[in-house]
């Protein structure tokens, strides 16, 4: 194909590709290009670029990190042409650590029924609903946990995030991201990371949509070390997809809203920033079937924790403990033999955010249903519910299936703050903490054994 047969396809439809397509594999070098040549080979400054490309790097890691992640983008503009000085506007439900409003409390044990879609379109950045922060967003350490309420496709209007990378969760309906550095397309049972500084828009392909984020203000999400696992199971990197290069190029007033440091500014652009005709590099975003997570666990007794089910984490600078954990309950089959199988009772130094994807979670059989949420904060109890406990200390066991299910956990070291909304505005089951109330007293101090 020649330069200007190239150029022609890619003005009607303004959009040069509208499938998404996927290459595999988790940190890999890639290099991807939606026209031919347009990717240098050999270098990347070239003098020149093809097909009168500009060279742009998005760093994604300190220039001197050990591992850098950088990608090199070929792109019809340069990202800093914008024709407007960046002004602050209002998000009003997208709210960032630090925040611990003074009439809400965090001690507690919380549990959300669906935060329910209401008349109001809401697009990607208007629906977020932020339930919790922890930690500090200038500081680059923590989180946020939110729910996305998503009615309404981006029409000439992108994004970024400086402050975060977002870890998404799709439970209902299905959106598109078209990012700078291709398409990727989201259902339930995938996950996706947009990372930090990416500019996209968010399409709803099949609405209303409804999910969760865990926005990781710290280090990237990483695969985490199998240890004496070894080389395969839990998350495999082959099954991690990084979209091939797409770009648009459509010269339509736009605007760009950026969140930086907890606040959101906005600026107006005369031409679709999703213009990189190819990029090569190890920063950029993936998607992630969750069927393909393979599950370790117990296979003669006890119940080990849960940090065998960690599809990724992200560190925080102090080894074994993570600024977040992103973990996967999924079915399974359940072995252990003279074995109380569901989790135990506990208290942890780290803060577990729940949300169910769909059907029923082992410890709570009831209450915490698909596109719920339950906070157990630092060192607050939790574990099974009554019956739960009753229906797992007494039935017979053999070999058992947990089918339809498939809950998360976003783990921090940081306490979570509730926010106005998760406290006040949100479906809050304000009886959560009878779920526990009716647990018997067995004690026999007469009887030895069980
Ligand atoms: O609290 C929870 O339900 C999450 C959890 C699951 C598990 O199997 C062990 C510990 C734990 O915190
Ligand atoms: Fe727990």
Redesign the pocket.
């Known amino acids: 194909m020649n330069v200007q047969d190239a150029r022609r396809m890619t003005q009607a439809p303004d959009t040069h590709a509208t499938s998404p397509g996927y290459m595999p594999g988790w940190g890999n070098d890639f290099e991807t290009e939606a026209l031919p040549g347009a990717l240098p080979q050999g270098m990347n400054s070239p003098q020149k670029c093809a097909y009168g490309l500009y060279a742009e790097q998005l760093s994604g890691t300190a220039f001197t990190a050990d591992r850098p992640e950088r990608t090199w983008c070929y792109r019809i503009r340069p990202s800093v042409k914008h024709s407007a000085r960046y002004r602050r506007i209002e998000v009003p439900y997208w709210k960032s650590a630090p925040h611990a409003p003074a009439d809400v409390t965090s001690l507690g044990q919380y549990r959300w029924n669906p935060v329910p879609h209401t008349d109001e379109p809401l697009t990607w950045i208007t629906g977020m609903r932020t339930m919790t922060t922890a930690g500090d967003v200038n500081t680059q350490v923590g989180m946020a946990a939110h729910v996305y309420l998503v009615t309404e496709s981006m029409v000439d209007s992108y994004f970024y995030s400086a402050d975060s990378e977002l870890l998404v969760v799709p439970q209902a309906g299905r959106l598109r991201f078209f990012t700078e550095l291709g398409i990727i397309d989201l259902a339930p049972k995938e996950i996706a990371i947009l990372p930090r500084g990416l500019v996209y828009r968010v399409e709803v392909l099949d609405g209303p949509a409804r999910g969760f984020v865990c926005e990781n203000y710290g280090q990237k999400f990483d695969l985490p070390g199998r240890g004496p696992i070894g080389a395969n199971c839990l998350a495999n990197p082959r099954d991690f997809k990084a979209p091939v290069a797409a770009f648009e190029d459509r010269e339509v007033p736009s605007t760009l809203t950026i969140k930086w440091c907890g606040e959101f500014h906005e600026t107006e652009i005369a031409q679709s920033p999703l213009d990189i005709v190819a990029w090569h590099g190890n920063y950029a975003p993936v998607k992630y079937d969750l069927d393909a997570y393979c599950p370790v666990g117990a296979i003669l007794f006890d119940h080990p924790d ?1 940090s065998i089910f960690t599809v990724l984490t992200a560190p925080s600078g102090v080894p074994g403990v993570a600024n977040i954990d992103f973990v996967l309950f999924r079915e399974r089959w359940l072995v252990a033999e003279n074995t109380f199988r569901p ?1 135990w009772y ?1 208290k ?1 130094v780290m803060s ?1 955010l ?1 949300g169910n994807i769909y059907g029923i979670y082992d ?1 709570k059989p009831e209450g915490f249903v698909p596109g719920g949420m339950s906070l ?1 904060n630092m060192m607050l109890p ?2 099974p519910d009554r019956d739960a406990f009753e229906k797992a200390s007494n039935s017979n066991l053999g070999p058992d299936k947990l089918d339809n299910t498939m809950s998360f ?1 976003f ?1 921090t070291r940081f306490p979570q703050h509730l926010t106005e909304f998760a406290g006040k505005e949100a479906p809050l089951q304000d009886n959560y903490i009878d779920c526990w109330a009716d647990l018997e007293k067995h004690f026999d101090g007469t009887r030895g054994g069980v």
């Open positions: 849960p989790p506990h942890n577990e729940m410890a157990h939790h574990g956990m783990e």
